[in-house]
């Protein structure tokens, strides 16, 4: 049974920064960080393999995703936040799917952890 533990979030003001962290009981090729806001669906934020990171157009230039493998933990920091980045932030791994255009979709993942919430107020 593969476990993923986020942790990190919390309530920031908008401006403020954030890192969450993700620690997997296994290695995986691909991490991703995806996040739901309530009455909407889930969207990918961003992933990362050892080769490359791909992020989402509403998060580039303020969020970053990295890997510490030692740790088999997958981070991201997240920076100028804004009150549109308020939702549950979750982290996946188990990619299903060959192919990039699936990295920042959630069917393509087959882990889950429970999530970690952030809020951020105006």
């Known amino acids: 049974q593969v476990q993923l533990v986020e942790s990190g979030g919390g309530e920031v003001q908008a401006g403020g920064s954030l890192r969450l962290s993700c620690t997997g009981s296994?290695?995986?090729?691909?991490r991703a960080w995806f996040r739901q806001a309530p009455g909407k669906q889930r969207e990918g934020v961003a992933t990362?393999?050892?080769?490359?990171?791909t992020y989402a157009d509403s998060v580039k230039g303020r969020f970053t995703i990295s890997i510490d493998n030692a740790k088999n933990t997958v981070y991201l920091q997240m920076n100028n936040l804004k009150p549109e980045d308020t939702a549950m932030y979750y982290c996946?791994?188990?990619?299903?799917?060959?192919?990039?255009?699936?990295?920042?979709?959630?069917?393509?993942?087959?882990?889950w952890g429970q999530g970690t919430q952030v809020t951020v107020s105006s």
């Open positions: 296994v290695s995986a090729y691909r």
């Open positions: 990362i393999t050892i080769a490359s990171t």
């Open positions: 996946a791994a188990g990619f299903l799917r060959d192919g990039r255009e699936y990295v920042l979709r959630d069917e393509a993942y087959r882990y």
